[in-house]
């Protein structure tokens, strides 16, 4: 079971890794060439004697290839040992760079900057791992010109390292061309290499840049469906409220002229008969009568505040206050500046009453407030202005509950807007245009 987990959680292998496994192999078989021509040669030389005068050109005393062999072998183990690290981010990425670049120079110099390939495979590091643009570009300026001055030789020159050249002198000229030409094809291999990992990078990014552009075209479609679904939603909630409104109508308006129209046919047939009858079949209807409009208030409750039923606008928001105030001890100071009965429909003045009654009821509930101040007035553009400011606790970082944003969607059905301030105590201003009342001039 523990054998079958682990399989499952394998890193995947892709083309990425591929490459750059292949690169990893490639180098290590150029340094272990290059390791050995120096080991031959010095062998060679000892052996012939001729080390005082390979010394005397090259005026530098090379180090044991036994000790380099086992150095650089040490310093590539944990190359490859970084390279295998992925998914490192922000500073432990840098670190890690800065560590790959060390152990590459520490190489070149071992190997008298004979070889400086193994920079591609930092490069490679580099281009596979997440970073910004701007780190990115510093990475890449930063690499390029560590990698121009190892293959430039110029610190070879100012070290005064062994490189391969000079130990090839102790070959034939033969020799020596195919070895140069054996390291010449593993160099150029190593950069076909890097060239097809930089090929493989940017068709991944190419590749995740059309799935993102297909989830944005995805998105899109969700979207318009949604909204097709939404206005579908909201046609449906017409109709099951046409419906209900039908079964109201037909439960209570109808269930008492039903009772009504045969009660008083029956009065018609009695009144010559027996008046006494009549006058009590009457008290009947009236009582029909009198419970089918207490059954037709109760179902329009839920549409349109009774207060404005009974009352004009005007009167209604005052009887409003009036009630709220006397209810809580809460000081609500109210102006209206223009006369509001007859300047309405009744959508208009449900969302001027709700309004109103949302905000007082906000002010007290939510916001502790001890003083309301009201104010309605017009604009001379027609525009009306409700202004409802407490002097409660307030919230700078406060989200719309039911009530704002119903508010919110009943003044944006009307043409108007709604403003929130709760940096000092609560403010809200809701603005709409006036259309049944205006002025003329």
């Known amino acids: 079971m523990n054998k079958e987990r682990s399989d499952n959680i394998k890193t995947p292998v892709t083309g990425q890794s591929i490459l750059m496994e292949s690169m990893m192999h490639l180098n290590f078989w150029i340094l272990a060439f290059v390791l050995f021509i120096v080991s031959r040669s010095t062998s060679g030389m000892i052996h012939e004697r001729s080390a005082l005068s390979f010394l005397t050109q090259t005026e530098a005393i090379p180090a044991l290839p036994v000790n380099t062999i086992i150095l650089i072998s040490i310093l ?48 490679a590091d580099l281009m596979r791992n997440q970073m910004s643009r701007r780190d990115r570009t510093i ?80 998105l899109k479609e969700a979207n318009i469906k949604l909204e097709e679904y939404s206005k579908s939603s909201a046609l449906m909630a017409q109709t099951a409220e046409r419906n209900r409104l039908a079964r109201e109508i037909h439960d209570t308006i109808g269930h008492a002229l039903t009772g009504i129209v045969t ?34 208030r109760q179902s329009v409750k839920a549409l349109r505040p009774d207060a404005l039923e009974k009352l004009p606008l005007d009167e209604a928001i005052e009887k409003l206050i009036d009630e709220m105030g006397r209810s809580t001890g809460v000081n609500i100071d109210y102006h209206c500046h223009d006369k509001l009965s007859d300047a309405f429909d009744e959508t208009e003045e449900e969302t001027i009453y709700r309004t109103i009654q949302e905000s007082i009821t906000n002010a007290i509930s939510h916001g502790n407030a001890s003083n309301i101040n009201i104010e309605i007035k017009r604009s001379e553009d027609n525009m009306l202005t409700i202004e409802i400011k407490d002097n409660g606790s307030g919230s700078i970082d406060f989200e719309k509950g039911f009530g704002l944003t119903h508010m919110e969607e009943r003044l944006n059905m009307l043409g108007g807007s709604l403003y929130i301030d709760g940096s000092d105590g609560f403010t809200v201003r809701a603005q709409m245009p006036i259309r049944w009342g205006a002025r003329e001039n």
């Open 139 to 218: 990475a890449i300026i930063a690499l390029g010109v560590f990698y121009l001055v190892l293959d430039s030789s110029v610190l070879n020159f100012w070290l005064r390292r062994i490189s391969i050249d000079d130990y090839l002198i102790y070959y034939s000229a033969d020799y020596a061309g195919l070895i140069k030409g054996v390291l010449k094809i593993g160099s150029l291999l190593n950069t076909f290499l890097f060239i097809l990992f930089m090929l493989y990078q940017i068709r991944k990014h190419m590749n995740e840049n059309e799935r993102i552009m297909m989830l944005n075209e995805s």
């Open 76 to 123: 590539y183990l944990c190359l490859i040992l970084l390279l295998s690290i992925t998914d490192e981010k922000g500073t432990n990425l840098v670190f890690k760079l800065c560590l790959e670049t060390i152990t590459v120079i520490w190489i070149s110099e071992l190997t008298g900057f004979s070889y400086t390939g193994m920079f591609l495979m930092v490069f």
């Open 263 to 296: 009660g008083l046919d029956a009065c018609l047939m009695m009144f010559d008969k027996d008046r006494d009858l009549v006058k009590t079949q009457l008290g009947a209807i009236a009582e029909v009568a009198r419970n089918g409009m207490t059954d037709v």
